[in-house]
């Protein structure tokens, strides 16, 4: 059974930086595509972030091109997410997924596997 598990998030304040990871286990076969989802209070998730299964190809959402970033640890199962300059609006649970995708959509139904998200809230 494919579990993903996420750590790091927390409260900070704006401007602050926060480091999102990722644990995949259950998972045998070749690297799954990654991504980060997020979902504020009364709104729709939305695609964050997303890395393919070789690490080469990355996919940011506009509002966090140039203060996110995403990285790979296949030796760890890890997928990490570096979050910088953090705004109000970065408030939301932070969702870890893993698809069998070649490239890092930014379409929820392009995963099947998810976690059980991690809270974010940036103070002002």
């Known amino acids: 059974q494919v579990q993903l598990a996420e750590s790091g998030g927390g409260l900070v304040q704006a401007g602050d930086s926060l480091r999102l990871s990722c644990t995949v286990s259950?998972?045998?076969?070749?690297?799954?595509?990654m991504a980060w989802f997020r979902q504020a209070p009364g709104k729709d998730r939305e695609f964050v972030a997303g890395i393919n299964r070789s690490g080469e190809t990355t996919n940011f959402a506009d509002a966090v091109k140039g203060r996110f970033a995403i990285s790979r640890d296949d030796a760890k199962n890890t997928v990490d997410l570096q979050m910088n300059a953090l705004k109000p609006e970065d408030t939301a649970v932070y969702y870890c997924?893993?698809?069998?995708?070649?490239?890092?959509?930014?379409?929820?139904?392009?995963?099947?596997?998810w976690g059980q998200g991690t809270q974010v809230t940036i103070s002002s």
């Open positions: 997924a893993a698809g069998i995708v070649w490239y890092p959509s930014l379409w929820a139904t392009s995963y099947q596997y």
């Open positions: 259950g998972w045998t076969g070749s690297s799954m595509t």
